[in-house]
């Protein structure tokens, strides 16, 4: 216990030493590494093209909020001056002034004093500032004054040192750096009478404003010019001026007076009230040494640093409240009291007034919410509850976890959802006096009540209930309404009022509950109009703020229309607290939390997006216009400007080659790449949150790849042609060879075919002739087996007659032995059919082809054809036939008329020819 009270005296005594800041406006600073430049910016202006220019030493620094731009002169040498005159930007440096102009997206200069021998030799003359004047426009050097009208430069030389020269209405006023200020007509000067003080002073500005003259000296603080002379500013901040180091000073609109100062940054004052603003080094600004003043059509400022540009939103309708010590925290809530703000963070709950925050004592820890109930500040706090009320704070109650506070839509009721349930104060005149909702015993996030009897609560997990209570809040009973409907993603359910009708945001749905059906219906507005949603804010009854995609923005409700208004993702990216984003209704705006600060919102603000749009596409760092061609394979980067830099810039999507998706253009930059070649078109879209609405569309064509350019083509087709040709010809002479060889191999071939053949023929010869000697050796073995069977049978009858005859003495039967022999050998006549058979199986061919050719022919004339060609004569034919010699020729005499052979025939040779 002791530790904790010395740990709270520790941060108390903290926190009233520690100093805030005021609500400041939005600051983007730009350092070297950002534009790679060099240190000091000496000149800011916005051309025409609505680009900001800055003369950075050896650069001129181009800025279309997407892409920086350095250019050097072609003599290198420091730039000192900027002026923006048409699509002119009149530059002024070392010996040498010109202008720019831009062209194929790149900037180019033209040199006026070329060949002109303006400058002295001794002199080391810059021009240090250009302005128009009487439909001149003026060189200024320290020295000198070079009045150019478009053709001719006149110069005037100053018998003394001069810091700047100073156009206001129809007066020039010189600045001398020890001679005060002199006014210029012409060739001659003359100080102004009354305004000796401004001797030995160095004057950086002369402005008027209603009708009233300012000089802004460098350490004498603010004159101001009056018939009689001049006299100090009677302003409070003059005196803190003095030794601020005035460097640049000009009025802007809304009664607002900027000072950049040598060594407190930039002070705002505003000049209905006198009260200022000083953002310096100790809150946003990089650095406090300012060199210059511009500003854009927004009538914000652009800030050139002794090193560094910054952009300072000071005509924005958002300002912030930064806590860069870190002692502060993650603010959680925040709210308006009488003398400032009280804050409800991660490390407390603290009170800011006049420029100074202290944390209430015993309060370190987490705190979580802010509500205003009857005039008194009740906030939420780990350690229960707490009442602010005449700067006193005091604790309600010890309930830990005080997350959100609601009221009852239909009574004067107010329930609190804690770590352990939900506390309900029925009477907010004695907020000490609650009662608990028993039987939900657990970490409720929100709660809301539209109907009597009964309550919706939140789980911080998962999980929706729907609480039914009698008249004195006892619980009747606990539906867990995600269940009975079957919706089974019910983690971090939101809960939200909207003209008294409560809706849950569950899983990127919205519902409503259908109390005929006891379930969740989908509830077709809101899902219509807000999809993509991750926390929506009430404000009242017709405004709220919604995230949706990472972006905030503000909703008006407009019967069953919603208006939709923008709120830049550059001021708070980072910064919000998820699922914990709470707003603060004053009655001059809204305030909602951030990790390390708060954001302040003007309630009249509408961010009407300027639609306006142009586009810069490039491809190897070369201008590609609107339907032209890039090479394959090569990145384009387009560069989508919209010529706005502050609050009410456009927030854009793409679409490429109209594809359903929308993608966010991130800094202005959209880089394609690995794009196939041929046609393709890029829609911009500027969104408000509902729609997507079309302003600007780009087309262009990706080349053919290299291997199918017309060139690579043609020698393609020539390479082809080539080949085709080499092929035909090496086809052709393999085709002449192969003829050639074919034709020695047909002589080959033929050769051995004819070698072969005659070989064959030779074969075929020798087996024809070798048939032939078989056939003939058959025919003269049937002869001899003829000749011997005849030879063997006549002898054996021959034999045996003789033995007869030698035997028998007896005549009458000698005779008839002798019958008996010759019978006996006609017996043995069946034999000489068993010759005649094997002779006719040997010629059976023979007889085949003779039958065939010759189909009239006797089984007789067979016969003897067969005796014939077996070569037999007819004396051998005779006995064979059993005829007589006669009988045989006679026989092949009428052969020879059935062959139709002519008496110069050989019937044998004709016979062996068959």
Not at 526 to 554: C, P, R, W
Not at 779 to 798: D, F, H, N, P, R
């Amino acid at each position: 216990m002791k530790s904790i009270l010395l740990k709270s005296l520790f941060f108390f005594f903290i926190a009233l030493q520690l100093q805030a800041q005021e609500l400041l406006p939005f600051v983007e600073n730009y350092s070297k590494s950002d534009y790679q430049g060099d240190n000091q910016i000496w000149n800011v202006v916005q051309g025409k093209d609505d680009a900001m220019y800055f003369a950075n030493n050896h650069y001129l620094l181009r800025y279309d909020g997407v892409k920086w731009e350095k250019y050097t002169l072609p003599n290198k040498t420091i730039i000192r001056s900027i002026l923006i005159e048409g699509d002119k930007i009149y530059s002024g440096s070392y010996k040498e002034f010109g202008y720019w102009y831009r062209k194929d997206g790149t900037m180019h200069y033209v040199s006026i004093t070329k060949n002109l021998r303006l400058f002295d030799e001794k002199d080391n003359e810059e021009i240090w500032k250009i302005f128009r004047f009487n439909g001149s426009l003026y060189f200024q050097s320290f020295n000198d004054v070079f009045i150019y009208n478009g053709k001719t430069i006149k110069k005037i030389k100053f018998p003394f040192l001069i810091s700047y020269c100073f156009a206001v209405d129809q007066n020039l006023y010189v600045a001398s750096v020890q001679n005060g200020i002199f006014r210029m007509k012409d060739k001659y000067i003359a100080n102004p009478k009354g305004w000796d003080v401004l001797k030995k002073t160095v004057v950086h500005a002369i402005e008027k404003y209603q009708n009233k003259t300012y000089i802004f000296t460098q350490k004498k603080g603010v004159f101001v010019v009056d018939k009689n002379g001049l006299k100090s500013w009677d302003n409070p901040i003059n005196e803190m001026l003095k030794s601020a180091t005035i460097n640049v000073a000009k009025f802007i609109k809304g009664e607002k007076l900027i000072i950049g100062t040598g060594n407190r940054g930039i002070i705002i004052l505003d000049l209905k009230n006198n009260s200022y603003k000083n953002i310096e080094r100790d809150n946003v600004l990089m650095n406090n040494s300012v060199l210059s003043l511009g500003f854009d059509k927004e009538d914000d400022l652009w800030v050139g640093l002794d090193n560094g540009i910054a952009h300072v939103e000071v005509n924005s309708p958002i300002s912030f409240f930064y806590d860069n010590s870190g002692i502060l925290g993650s603010v959680y809530a925040v709210a308006t009291i009488n003398k400032g703000y009280l804050i409800a963070s991660n490390h407390g709950i603290f009170e800011y007034s006049g420029g100074k925050f202290n944390m209430m004592p015993t309060t370190q820890g987490q705190a979580w919410n802010i509500s205003l109930i009857d005039g008194k500040y009740i906030i939420g706090h780990n350690d229960g509850t707490f009442s602010y009320e005449n700067n006193t704070l005091n604790k309600i109650n010890g309930v830990s976890g005080g997350w959100n506070m609601s009221k009852s839509s239909i009574n004067n009721t107010y329930f609190q959802s804690t770590y352990s349930g939900i506390l309900v104060y029925d009477d907010p005149s004695n907020l000490s006096e609650y009662k608990t909702i028993k039987d939900l015993a657990k970490p409720i996030k929100y709660v809301a009540q539209n109907k009597k009897n009964e309550i919706w609560a939140a789980d911080n997990y998962r999980g929706l209930y729907r609480v039914l209570l009698d008249d004195n809040y006892n619980t009747l009973k606990v539906e867990n309404v995600t269940q009975q409907s079957k919706i089974k993603n019910d983690f971090g359910i939101k809960i939200f009022e909207f003209r008294k009708e409560i809706l849950f945001l569950i899983n990127n749905v919205w519902y409503t509950y259908n109390s005929i059906s006891n379930k969740l219906e989908e509830n077709d507005l809101f899902n219509a109009s807000f999809k993509n949603v991750t926390d929506i804010v009430s404000i009242d009854e017709d405004h709220f703020m919604v995230l949706q995609n990472g972006i905030l923005y503000h909703i008006y409700a407009e019967g069953n229309k919603f208006i939709w208004n923008i709120i830049q993702e550059k001021y708070y990216k980072g910064k919000l607290i998820n699922e914990n984003l709470r707003i603060f209704k004053t009655d001059n705006d809204y305030l909602f939390n951030l990790d390390d600060g708060f954001i302040s919102l003007k309630l009249q603000y509408e961010n009407k997006q300027n639609s306006k749009v142009e586009l810069e596409a490039f491809s190897n760092d070369v201008l590609i216009p609107n339907e032209s061609r890039i090479k394959f394979n090569t990145e384009l980067k387009i560069n989508v400007i919209s010529g706005i830099y502050g609050a009410s810039k456009p927030n854009l999507f793409y679409k490429l080659d109209k594809s359903k998706e929308f993608v966010p253009i991130s800094d202005g930059l959209i880089i394609l790449n690995n794009l196939s070649s041929g046609y393709h078109s890029v829609e911009i879209f500027k969104h408000d949150g509902a729609t997507y609405d079309k302003v600007l569309s780009y087309k262009f064509k990706v080349a053919e790849p290299w291997y199918f350019s017309f060139w690579m083509i043609l020698l393609y087709l020539l390479i082809i042609g080539a080949v085709l040709f080499f092929y035909y010809k090496w086809n052709k002479l393999r085709y002449m060879q192969k003829l050639k060889l074919q034709a020695e191999e047909l002589k080959h071939q033929r050769e051995i075919l004819e070698m072969e053949l005659k070989k064959e023929n030779e074969l075929n010869i020798q087996e024809y002739e070798k048939h032939i000697l078989e056939l003939e050796l058959q025919t003269k073995s049937s002869e001899v087996a003829g000749k011997s069977l005849s030879i063997a049978k006549q002898t054996e009858m021959i034999d045996k007659i003789q033995s007869i005859l030698e035997t028998e003495k007896d005549f009458s039967r000698l005779k008839n032995e002798i019958k008996k022999a010759i019978k006996i050998n006609e017996v043995n006549k069946h034999e000489w059919e068993i010759f005649e058979t094997n002779l006719n199986q040997i010629h059976n061919e023979f007889i085949i082809n003779l039958s065939k050719k010759y189909p009239h022919l006797t089984p007789k004339d067979i016969k003897l054809c067969v005796y014939l060609k077996m070569n037999l004569s007819s004396k051998e034919i005779a006995p064979m036939m059993n005829i007589s010699f006669r009988g045989v020729e006679l026989h092949r005499y009428r052969l020879r008329k059935k062959l139709n052979l002519t008496q110069d025939e050989n019937l044998s040779k004709f016979l062996l020819t068959l």
